[in-house]
T-cell receptor
Framework: EAGVTQSPTHLIKTRGQQVTLRCSPI?????VYWYQQALGLGLQFLLW???????NRGNFPPRFSGRQFPNYSSELNVNALELEDSALYLC?????????????FGPGTRLTVL | AQSVTQPDIHITVSEGASLELRCNYS??????LFWYVQSPGQGLQLLLK??????LVQGIKGFEAEFKRSQSSFNLRKPSVHWSDAAEYFC???????????FGKGTRLHILP
C-alpha cells in the first residue's frame, strides 16, 4: 500500500512569489493535515481538511490557504512568500477525523525562499 | 496558552544505555498525548499514544512512556538504545478528540558507539 506522497520534493522561490504544494493521502483516508517544520521550531500545525471541508486552522496568516479535492488529495498555497516561510512542509493523512485516527506523514516538501 | 515543552534540545547516550526523554504540557485537563520519531529519510512515525486508562503505554521499537498527571508529564523511555534510535523525537498533545495536534520543538538523540 502506498504511503502519503508529496510533490515536489524540493522547491526554490523568491520573496513575493506564490507556491503550491501537493499531497496525496493514503488510499481510503479522508483527512489531510498540513504542518510547517521550520528550523528549531518543531512542527507547527497549519491546516486540517476532512471530506473536502476545512476543519481547523493554525495560527498562520491568510496567505496560507489550501483545499481538498473530491479524491481527498490536497493543495497548500502560500502567497507573497517571505524568507521565514523557508521550511519543510509536511502532509499527513488519517482514516477519519479525530485524534483516535493515527496520522501518517509524507516525506515533505522542502521550500527555500531567497 | 496551551503548550508542549521538551526541555532537552539534544541528548547523547551510549549504545546499550537507558534513555529518558522529557515532555511537559500545560493544559487544564488531561490531553491526548503522543510521541513521534523523525528519522532521516524515513519521515515522521508514531511511536505511541495515550488517551486514557493505564498510565504506562507501550509503543513500537521497544519504547514506552508514562503519563504522570501530577507532574503534567509524558516522558519517553527505552531500557537499552540501539544506534538506529538516533533521530529526532517529538512529543505532541491534543486537547480533545477533534482538536489539532500541537507538537513540541523536539529532542535530537545522538548515540555513541
Amino acid at each position: 500500500e502506498a504511503g502519503v506522497t508529496q510533490s515536489p520534493t524540493h522547491l526554490i522561490k523568491t520573496r513575493g512569489q506564490q507556491v503550491t504544494l501537493r499531497c496525496s493521502p493514503i488510499s481510503g483516508h479522508t483527512s489531510v493535515y498540513w504542518y510547517q517544520q521550520a528550523l528549531g521550531l518543531g512542527l507547527q500545525f497549519l491546516l486540517w481538511y476532512d471530506e473536502g471541508e476545512e476543519r481547523n486552522r493554525g495560527n498562520f496568516p491568510p496567505r496560507f490557504s489550501g483545499r481538498q479535492f473530491p479524491n481527498y488529495s490536497s493543495e497548500l498555497n502560500v502567497n507573497a512568500l517571505e524568507l521565514e516561510d523557508s521550511a519543510l512542509y509536511l502532509c499527513a493523512s488519517s482514516l477519519g477525523q479525530g485524534l483516535y485516527n493515527e496520522q501518517f506523514f509524507g516525506p515533505g516538501t522542502r521550500l527555500t525562499v531567497l | 496558552a496551551q503548550s508542549v515543552t521538551q526541555p532537552d534540545i539534544h541528548i547523547t547516550v551510549s549504545e546499550g544505555a537507558s534513555l529518558e526523554l522529557r515532555c511537559n504540557y500545560s493544559y487544564g485537563a488531561t490531553p491526548y498525548l503522543f510521541w513521534y520519531v523523525q528519522s532521516p529519510g524515513q519521515g515522521l512515525q508514531l511511536l505511541l499514544k495515550y488517551f486514557s486508562g493505564d498510565t504506562l503505554v507501550q509503543g513500537i521499537k521497544g519504547f514506552e512512556a508514562e503519563f504522570k498527571r501530577s507532574q503534567s508529564s509524558f516522558n519517553l523511555r527505552k531500557p537499552s538504545v540501539h544506534w538506529s534510535d538516533a533521530a529526532e523525537y517529538f512529543c505532541a498533545v491534543g486537547l480533545n478528540r477533534d482538536d489539532k495536534i500541537i507538537f513540541g520543538k523536539g529532542t535530537r538523540l545522538h548515540i555513541l558507539p
